[in-house]
């Protein structure tokens, strides 16, 4: 066999050589680069793993985040619903009260205007009655102490006096 690979021109010594070169060249491959790189790729394959999986619980936290801020929604929206309409019956209960009591201020304005034009009216009445008395009394004077002797002026006088006031009432 020697002698047909000799015949071949395949030296044996050569062969070996270079198969041990291929061995060493294989070693050093393998040991320095082929798994350093192996280890490499799988650090990332475990890292982008480890990314999706965060991706994935962000994304469900985002979700549940949404949910929540959905929920707070509608309840601050129905909060704000029960306090404006807390708001509109207060302020129509106020507004209610306000008008009472404009319409009771009026009402006693009206009242006192009316007592006081009533005492303007009797003041004015009185001051009439006092200076149409007057008038008369004078008048009825003049009368009588042309028409009338001295008791008779004075008794029609006393009682002119007297009855006046009623008979102008």
Do not use: C
């Amino acid at each position: 066999m020697i002698e047909i690979l000799h015949a071949l021109g395949i030296d044996w010594f050569a062969l070996l050589a270079q198969a041990v070169n291929f061995a060493i060249l294989v070693f050093v491959l393998v040991k320095f680069i082929y798994k350093p790189v192996l280890r490499v790729i799988d650090e990332r394959r475990t890292l982008v793993a480890e990314s999706m999986e965060k991706v994935k619980e962000i994304d469900r936290h985002k979700e549940q985040i949404d949910k929540d801020r959905t929920k707070i929604l509608r309840k601050a929206d129905e909060e704000a619903g029960q306090l404006l309409g807390r708001a509109k019956t207060e302020a129509e209960a106020i507004r209610i009260e306000i008008e009472k009591a404009a319409k009771l201020h009026a009402d006693q304005i009206i009242t006192k205007g009316r007592q006081q034009l009533e005492m303007e009216r009797s003041q004015v009445a009185t001051e009439v009655q006092d200076k149409l008395a007057h008038a008369i009394v004078l008048s009825a004077e003049k009368i009588l102490r042309r028409e009338f002797s001295k008791e008779d002026q004075e008794s029609f006088e006393a009682e002119l006096k007297k009855n006046l006031p009623t008979l102008l009432s």
